[in-house]
């Protein structure tokens, strides 16, 4: 329970000692005109502390936003909807629903008087520039009187979340080569890999031709056991997502990790149009375990709108985890920051011989924080990593030389990479990324 | 859109704000209608306060600066009310000149003259509606500032609680409630208007989306029905709790209006009376203070009254004080001239009376009548006003020697007071009878007085009567005797009951009545004689008596107050027949020396005078100045605190830290705490997450934390004293940067009360301590 003396504000701690210095001036003196001042400035507070509740108000917060996800810069309509579900009317509120600023201003509104089962909502737009999930609420109440001598902030602790996916660019309508060991053409159907795929022979349904009976197990197991042979064979796509929050420059909303998610994003659509599984490697999908597990496409962008630079990512976890994935010969796809040259050649090595592996390999110097733009935007789109090699940035010479050599590594170890700034559109560098020579298929 | 902006422009004009601000002040002033006589002040001082809140709300709706719009209201009041009050003294009735400083002076001293000396209702003279005019203005302008332009309503209640307790403090008696009510109420509303600006103000502004009867918008709800419930009951709080609570009898702290007789003042325990302003001893006579106001010696046998002045001028149930205008007093020190219309055939004797301590107030002066001569002290000077025989005395004179004469022998020439006055020689006033109380003294004369024509043997007649058996000598007067009742002098004719007051007033009316010019005296009592032989006037020894003009004998003491707080009657106004009437009424009358309302008793040692308040005074303000000067200290203690370790540092690596904590303390000052100890690199990173720098100022940090670097880490020799001047002067860069993007109310307490002063000077008390 809170004292009643921290309720009062500053006006009120001070009318209250003043009014009991006035009375007892006007009590000693005998003025009986001084100890009304006093009184009256005494009262006041006093009697705002007891005619202020202060529990937290039985009031439901139901919140529906339309849409429900959001794109980035995409208007979301929020109507949250009070309702009093005690028994007692509630007193005014100045209250305040709590957003994360980057979806917009806070709305804040009088939340009036509710007698119980009264509801009353409240419209707002939200907008936000930037993929997230995002917490709509809690609901901040300040109480005050008339005369400003208490206050009092309670919360109405109901949140909702919205999610705010990451931007996402066409790709172009070109189809991904297939590209897998000893092919150069189509990706050929692949059967029996690790997973569900290992269930070629499933029990007996209504309607399974019975030719397709597989006997042997049928023996084994004692029950009707049919081959499945008409599984339709699906191209694998690996998506890895470096998350390393001090390889990332800046701080804040860090640009050059937000391309990273967009493109990752981006190239998840493409590749789910294109007929593709697609597992998505982070940390995250990492520590839960569904990286062993196609995602549909909304899940995937779920996942990379919630995805966050984390502090101890680590490259070479990830690239231990997307081991069993190249073996199979799938087609991976990361957005790495060329940054910490040990981890780097750990993913590198994760690309077999003859599989296919795209890069987009972010330079840190052009979206380090002093990086000119002019001169960052000279360099522009389809500088594959042999010539990006070339322009150094203008940060310190040191890291600039070693940026140099990190965005080269993975190439050299046959991955097809594109460099990227700032101002590299995603659709185009995907495009470059299409036609760039992979070294170890040569 | 044009709509709009002129709904803004009203909006921030805050009238209805101003329009409660200045009914606020006139509520203050409600009071004073009962204070002052006349209205005369109302009207000039409505418009005053009208003028000053409709300029206020005129220059906040053309969005005028706060302060310029106080102090427009400020030089608009005070030109109006110069074009009120001052406006012959003005040069080309614009621009105030040195006469208007002057008028202002006499206009402020006849108001004290009249404040002070007047009970409640106080008569409205140019000075006072001047004053009372002003000072409205001035609590107009300040609550307007404040309230509503500085839109702090709270603070706004500090001129307003002044302007009441300025009439609230001498009535002593608590005021009917609703004058304070009115001012209350009007009070909270701008409280309230305030926190309904708050909540009006709370909504996000221009919310498109808000549409629909249910939506939290749809009618903004207001705290009325609270504000009305809180106010209320805190006003009944207020005055019923103040009638419930017992209250010490009232203090005074100053001299003015609407005593209450039964206060206690803070001038109590010293020899202060009132009456010689007021002309009514009544509250002298309940002084309980035993302090002389008056000590001296005498050779005379017989004891006279010491008289201090008189008036003729009856007005309105009371005494008035009498005009003295200067040009009207004899020159300084001039001989004082025998008493006009003293028969040269009347046996007179000269006495003489010497005062050893005199505690009244300029300028008056305390000696028997009819004066002689007066021998005052070589540093005081006086002025003789013949007409009523005054002495005004210029300069403070503890001691003075006066001789005076007296009648000797009841055996008086013939043919005095055979020869009736001429009216034509006298003021009108002299002869003035109060019209209301005509009737009854004219009756009362054709009782007393009978068919006599001489003068002395009717003012005999009047005294005798008056000492006579039905009269009780008493300071509880009847109702009807009161000075507001509508004819006091009836009144005490009819009750017979009252004090010297009274008595004298009655005489002097009966006199009038019959054609005797006459006059009231004021002054002492002989006092009670001491051991040491010197004779003590005190506050309670304050007397009046009537003097009549008796021809052979000029103006004359009689006393036709009974009992034991007057004097016997002058041997001539003592006539054989009369002594036996006289004599048994003296042994009746009860003296009435404790009168009841004075049972509550002065508080030994709470109310001490002005001058016992200087000391305390002076110490206060002492304290005040060595805190003021601790204070002075602190900044001064912060900059050796904080330098400490770059004065005695000796090596270059020394220096580098000192430097850094010349650093970390400054920026503490500036409301940065100190990084935690971390690599030099670490702390970099805190600072420049912590403070707000361009590009010069992270540079010049960069560079401090390499050389802090360089000086903890690398080999000795690394750092010499260049680099521990540049890293000074990169020091200065970036607490000057730090500086200017910190608010300026840290600033200023980084510049009066630092931190690193409050630490510099516990430092040096622990320092202190553990040398010890």
Redesign the interface.
């Known amino acids: 329970m809170r004292s009643p003396w921290a309720l009062l504000t500053t ?1 009120g701690k ?2 209250a000692v003043v009014g009991a210095v006035v ?1 007892v001036a ?12 006093g ?2 400035l005494l ?2 507070p006093l ?2 502390l007891v ?1 202020m509740p202060r529990r937290t108000p039985r009031v439901r917060v139901e919140r529906v936003v339309e849409p429900s996800r959001l794109a980035p810069d995409e208007r979301g ?1 929020v109507v949250a909807r ?1 309702t009093n579900v005690g028994k007692r009317p509630t ?2 509120y ?2 305040e629903e709590h957003l994360d600023f980057q979806l917009g ?9 509710l007698v119980p089962g009264e ?7 939200v907008r936000s520039r930037h993929r997230g999930a995002y917490p709509l609420g809690p609901v901040l109440l300040r109480q ?5 001598l208490t206050f009092l902030t309670l919360q109405l602790s109901s949140v909702t979340e919205i999610l705010v996916l990451p931007r996402l660019h066409s790709l172009g309508e070109g189809r991904v080569r297939g590209t897998s060991r000893g092919s150069e053409g189509e990706m050929p159907q692949m059967v029996a890999l690790h997973g569900e795929d290992d269930v070629s022979i499933r029990t007996w349904r209504e309607g399974d031709e019975l030719r397709r009976v597989h006997w042997p197990a049928t023996a084994h197991r004692g029950e009707l056991m049919v081959r499945q042979e008409d599984r339709p064979a699906r191209r694998r796509a690996l998506l890895i997502l470096d998350s390393r929050a001090s390889a990332y420059p800046g701080n804040g909303v860090q640009p050059s990790y937000e391309w990273a998610v967009s493109a990752i994003a981006s190239v998840a659509r493409h590749l789910v149009a294109d007929g593709f599984v697609v597992h998505l490697l982070t940390d995250t999908t990492l520590r839960d375990g569904s990286t062993e597990h196609p995602v549909e496409l909304d899940a995937a962008l779920d996942a990379l709108a919630r995805v966050r630079p984390e502090q101890d990512s680590r490259l070479d976890r990830l690239a231990a985890a997307a081991a069993p994935f190249t073996t199979g010969g799938v087609l991976v796809v990361a957005a790495v920051v060329a940054h910490d040259e040990q981890a780097l050649r750990t993913l590198a090595a994760i690309r077999q011989p003859g599989s296919r592996a795209m890069a987009f390999v972010l330079d840190r110097d052009r979206f380090g924080t002093r990086t000119d733009t002019r001169s960052a935007a000279r360099r522009e789109v389809g500088e594959t990593a042999a010539t990006a090699a070339a322009t150094p940035g203008d940060g310190d010479g040191s890291t600039a030389r070693e940026g140099v050599a990190l965005t080269g590594l993975l190439a050299d170890s046959g991955w097809q990479t594109v460099v990227v700034g700032p101002h590299t559109d995603v659709g185009r560098a995907w495009a470059a990324l299409g036609s760039a020579t992979p070294v170890g298929v040569r | 859109m044009r709509l709009d902006a002129s709904r803004d422009a009203f909006t921030r004009g805050m009238w209805p704000e101003g329009l409660v601000a200045a009914l606020a002040t006139l509520a203050v002033a409600w009071p004073l209608t009962d204070l002052l006589r006349e209205d005369s002040w109302f009207v000039p001082a409505v418009l005053m306060v009208a003028l000053v809140a409709l300029a206020g709300a005129i220059m906040r709706t053309l969005d005028v600066p706060p302060s310029l719009v106080s102090l427009g209201q400020l030089v608009l009041g005070l030109v109006a009310l110069s074009q009120v009050y001052l406006r012959d003294s003005l040069w080309r009735g614009l621009l105030p000149t040195r006469d208007t400083l002057l008028l202002i002076g006499e206009l402020l001293r006849e108001a004290g003259t009249v404040l002070q000396t007047y009970a409640a209702p106080a008569p409205t003279t140019t000075g006072v509606a001047f004053l009372v005019v002003s000072l409205m203005t001035l609590t107009a302008v300040s609550v307007d500032s404040m309230g509503v332009t500085g839109r702090a309503p709270a603070s706004a209640g500090i001129p307003l609680a002044a302007g009441f307790l300025v009439s609230v403090s001498n009535s002593g008696q608590a005021m009917e409630p609703w004058y304070f009510a009115a001012v209350a109420v009007l009070w909270l509303i701008m409280l309230a208007q305030q926190g309904h600006r708050v909540l009006a103000g709370w909504p996000s502004a221009n919310r498109r989306e808000a549409r629909g009867g249910d939506d939290v918008t749809a009618n903004v709800p207001t705290y009325r029905g609270l504000a009305q419930v809180l106010g209320a009951l805190a006003l009944l709080t207020a005055v019923v709790g103040a009638a419930a609570i017992p209250h010490l009898p009232p203090t005074f702290l100053g001299e003015g209006l609407a005593r209450n007789p039964d206060a206690r003042s803070a001038g109590d325990g010293s020899a202060q009376v009132s009456f010689t302003e007021t002309m009514d001893p009544s509250r002298d006579l309940r002084n309980q203070s035993q302090a002389p106001v008056l000590t001296y010696r005498t050779n005379a046998t017989r004891l006279e009254p010491l008289r201090v002045t008189a008036t003729e001028r009856w007005d309105d149930g009371r005494w008035v004080a009498p005009e003295r205008p200067t040009s009207r007093l004899q020159g300084v020190d001039e001989p004082i001239p025998r008493p006009a219309g003293l028969d040269e055939a009347v046996e007179t004797a000269q006495q003489q009376v010497t005062v050893t301590g005199n505690a009244l107030d300029l300028p008056h002066l305390a000696a028997p009548s009819p004066l002689a001569t007066l021998q005052l002290p070589g540093d005081s000077a006086y002025r003789f006003d013949p007409t009523d025989a005054t002495v005004v005395l210029q300069a403070p004179a503890e001691q003075y020697t006066a001789t005076y004469l007296t009648i000797t022998g009841a055996d008086l020439p013939e043919g005095v007071g055979d020869t009736p006055a001429d009216p034509e020689q006298f003021d009108e006033e002299v002869l003035e009878v109060d019209p209301v109380s005509a009737d009854a003294v004219a009756a009362l004369n054709e009782e007393v007085v009978g068919g006599t024509d001489n003068a002395l043997q009717a003012a005999i007649r009047i005294q005798n009567h008056l000492r006579s058996a039905p009269y009780q000598y008493s300071l509880t007067l009847a109702p009807a005797a009161e000075a507001d009742a509508d004819d006091p002098i009836g009144g005490f004719l009819e009750t017979r009951q009252g004090y010297c007051v009274q008595f004298a007033t009655a005489m002097v009316m009966m006199a009038r009545a019959e054609g005797i010019p006459a006059r009231m005296a004021v002054g002492f009592l002989p006092g009670e004689v001491q051991v040491d032989g010197t004779r003590q006037v005190i506050a309670s020894d304050a007397h009046t008596w009537p003097e009549l003009w008796i021809s052979g004998m000029g103006w004359s003491r009689f006393e036709p107050t009974p009992g034991i707080r007057s004097e016997a009657p002058p041997v001539y106004a003592r006539t054989p027949s009369s002594t036996g009437d006289a004599a048994p009424t003296t042994t009746t009358v009860t003296r009435p020396a404790e009168p009841t309302t004075t049972s509550a008793a002065p508080v030994p040692e709470e109310d001490s005078g002005l001058s016992a308040l200087w000391p305390t005074l002076w110490r206060t303000l002492l304290a005040v100045l060595v805190l003021a000067l601790l204070m002075a200290l602190v900044p001064v203690v912060g900059r050796r605190y904080r330098e400490e370790a770059v004065r005695t540092a000796g090596t270059p690596v020394e220096k580098v830290e000192g430097q850094w904590l010349l650093l970390t303390r400054s920026l503490g000052d500036l409301g940065v705490d100190e990084p935690p100890a971390r690599s030099p690199r670490d702390m970099r990173r805190y600072y420049r997450e912590h403070t707000m720098m361009n590009r010069t100022g992270e540079d010049a940090l960069g560079r401090i934390t390499t050389t802090l670097e360089r000086s903890r880490y690398a080999a000795p020799g690394h750092v010499d004293d260049t680099d521990a001047t540049r890293m000074g002067d990169d020091v200065r860069t970036v607490v000057e940067q730090v500086r200017e993007a910190t608010p300026w109310n840290i600033r200023a307490n980084a510049a009066l009360l630092p931190q690193s002063g409050l630490a510099g000077v516990r430092a040096w008390v622990r320092g202190a301590f553990r040398r010890r």
């Open positions: 006006r001070l009318f009375v006007g009590v000693l003196l005998g003025y009986e005109d001084v100890t009304r001042i009184l009256v009262a006041l009697l705002a005619l309509q009070f007193p005014l100045l209250a201003d806070r709305p804040r509104f009088v939340l009036p008087r509801d009353r909502r409240l419209r707002y737009a005050r009187d008339p005369f400003g």
